[in-house]
């Protein structure tokens, strides 16, 4: 039953850096394995990051290098930092709560938010 709101996405200029919070409310947030993924019109979503309760991370090629998931169990809150932003990292921005399946594909995650807009143009 968590609620998942994304939050802080923006207009920038490419080089910026800028970091989405995303709250999930609910039972047991420390215990789940979230993802981050993004969506540009037009194209296909995709696989950002991924963390389990234990810290531990995963990182698709999309923005690999760039940057990095972290999470507050005690807000119940999500992080991407993400760093060198470039026109083509404009999308939509979702966060996800994963359920079983292979980590980086969007049908193993439920209880997706509405998602937060990222623009990156000069």
């Known amino acids: 039953q968590a609620q998942v709101v994304e939050s802080g996405g923006g207009w920038v200029q490419p080089g910026s850096s800028l970091t989405l919070s995303c709250l999930a409310a609910g039972r047991s947030f420390s215990t789940k394995t979230m993802g981050w993924f993004r969506q540009a019109p037009g194209k296909a979503r995709e696989c950002v990051a991924a963390i389990r309760g234990d810290r531990t991370t995963y990182f698709g090629d999309v923005l690999k290098g760039r940057a990095a998931i972290s999470r507050d169990n005690a807000k119940d809150t999500l992080l991407l930092q993400m760093n060198a932003l470039r026109s083509s990292d404009t999308a939509v921005y979702y966060c996800?709560?994963?359920?079983?399946?292979?980590?980086?594909?969007?049908?193993?995650?439920?209880?997706w938010g509405q998602g937060t807009q990222v623009t990156v143009s000069s």
């Open positions: 996800a709560v994963y359920v079983r399946g292979p980590l980086f594909e969007i049908g193993s995650y439920q209880e």
